[in-house]
């Protein structure tokens, strides 16, 4: 069976789906994934979907399932890359991925997950003073 | 049946093919009120006039047999072009069926009951071939208009660059699925080409929104948020925003502005671009 490799950045971790996601292999990716954000502490789960080309309603709600578990574990999930095809059809499925952020490509992905990580230490800051 | 097989008449109209035509272009000529000119339907006329002569006289009997097959080209070719000068159907078919009369006038047909025998059939056939022309002219008709309608959809959503990374959609007419889909498509596709984050719908042109536009719109913009990019809907004008309350429509958490100028401004200040004001640039 495929795994989907998950790449540590700093503490954030990358995932890139380059493949059409089976469902066995999305469920491996979201135990995996849950182990990891533990693992390594991380903050911020990067999805790149920009390669994947076909979806239906169990993948979509992986995704949801995913950001649900990462923010439980304290990490911020972005979806990035996704295709109009893809979008159109989670939306005619009725799946707008509540919770899940989203951006155009990686870069933005990264600059969002910065942002969101970054307000946290200031708030330490000023709990300190 | 043979005694009453085409050979007399077509012989004879063979003989007198160009009275025939003369009488034929001139009797055209008259009911297209002066739209086409003599010699572009003497153009037109004679290669039909000529085809049906060789059908007959090869013997054909039957409009959808080969024997007519370039006489059943020609007509469509000649109800194709009526359709796209204009012309009405009546005036379309009229140019086959005058073809009857020329016939009848230019004394190819005599009294004798053979002869007559001989017309009736041929009426038969230039009406089956008067019909075929009826029916090619509505086929070109339906082409054009569903060719029409498909260059107004790509005419009527045109998706604009307003700003670095800002893109807007000025929706004009009714909305109904069809269109709404290739608005989606388009803007998603223009999102992913020109890294955009931020999107405008400027509903200023759609006429009305009920359930099913506004339905559509919501789509739209979740899915350009599945994708990674903020829309904001603009160009509610006072009338529709009644409307949309009265329908008890939620729109959430999308931004709405009344104006185009206002959700660019928001977009501007979204995307970290700050405004100076024309004071404090001075």
């Known amino acids: 069976m495929d795994r989907v490799p998950i790449l540590k950045l700093g503490r954030t971790l990358l995932v890139s789906i380059q493949i059409d996601l089976q469902d066995a292999t999305a469920l491996a ?4 994934l849950s182990e990891r954000i533990v693992a390594t502490g991380a903050r911020g789960v990067l999805i790149d979907i920009s390669a994947v080309e076909i979806v239906d309603s169990f993948i979509g709600r992986m995704l949801s399932t995913i950001a649900a578990v990462s923010r439980v574990l304290d990490a911020e999930t972005v979806v990035v890359g996704m295709r109009p ?35 946290e230490p200031d708030e330490l800051a000023g709990e300190a003073d | 049946m043979a005694e009453f097989g085409s050979e007399h008449l077509s012989e004879t109209i063979d003989l007198r093919q160009a009275d025939i035509l003369a009488r034929w272009v001139e009797a055209v000529a008259a009911s297209s009120r002066g739209r086409i000119t003599h010699s ?7 290669p039909i006039l000529e085809a049906i002569v060789a059908a007959l006289g090869s013997g054909g009997r039957r409009t959808d047999g080969a024997g007519f097959a370039e006489v059943r080209a020609l007509l469509a070719e000649l109800s194709r072009s009526r359709a796209r000068q204009g012309f009405s159907p009546t005036e379309t078919a009229t140019s086959v069926f005058a073809l009857k009369q020329s016939i009848l006038d230019s004394g190819a047909s005599s009294t004798s009951t053979e002869r007559l025998v001989e017309y009736l059939n041929l009426s038969r056939l230039l009406d089956e071939l008067a019909l075929f022309t009826f029916e090619t ?3 070109a008709r339906d082409r054009i208009i569903s060719q029409q309608a498909e260059e107004m959809l790509e005419l009527s959503t045109p998706v604009v660059k307003l700003w670095q990374g800002i893109v807007a959609v000025p929706l004009v007419g009714t909305l109904d699925s069809a269109r709404t889909q290739v608005v989606t498509e388009k803007l998603l596709q223009t999102l992913v080409d020109t890294g955009s984050e931020h999107a405008i719908i ?4 759609v006429p009305a929104v009920d359930t099913q536009v506004a339905q559509h719109l919501l789509k739209t913009v979740v899915a ?5 990019a903020d829309c904001i809907i603009s160009g509610i004008r006072p009338q529709i925003a009644q409307t949309i309350v009265a329908l008890g429509i939620e729109f959430g958490d999308i931004a709405t502005k009344a104006t185009l ?22």
């Open chain 1, 29 to 32: 990716l979201q135990e995996d």
């Open chain 1, 85 to 119: 095809a893809v979008a159109i059809t989670l939306v005619e499925l009725g799946l707008s991925l509540g919770g899940v952020r989203t951006a155009l490509d990686v870069e933005k992905g990264l600059k969002l997950l910065a942002a969101a990580v970054e307000t």
């Open chain 2, 40 to 46: 572009e339907l003497t153009a037109e006329l004679t």
């Open chain 2, 137 to 139: 002219y509505a086929e």
């Open chain 2, 202 to 205: 400027d509903i200023t042109g």
């Open chain 2, 224 to 228: 350009a948020r599945l994708m990674g």
């Open chain 2, 261 to 282: 100028a206002d959700a660019l401004v928001l977009a501007l200040r979204k995307s970290g671009v700050t405004r100076l004001d024309a004071a404090e640039a001075q």
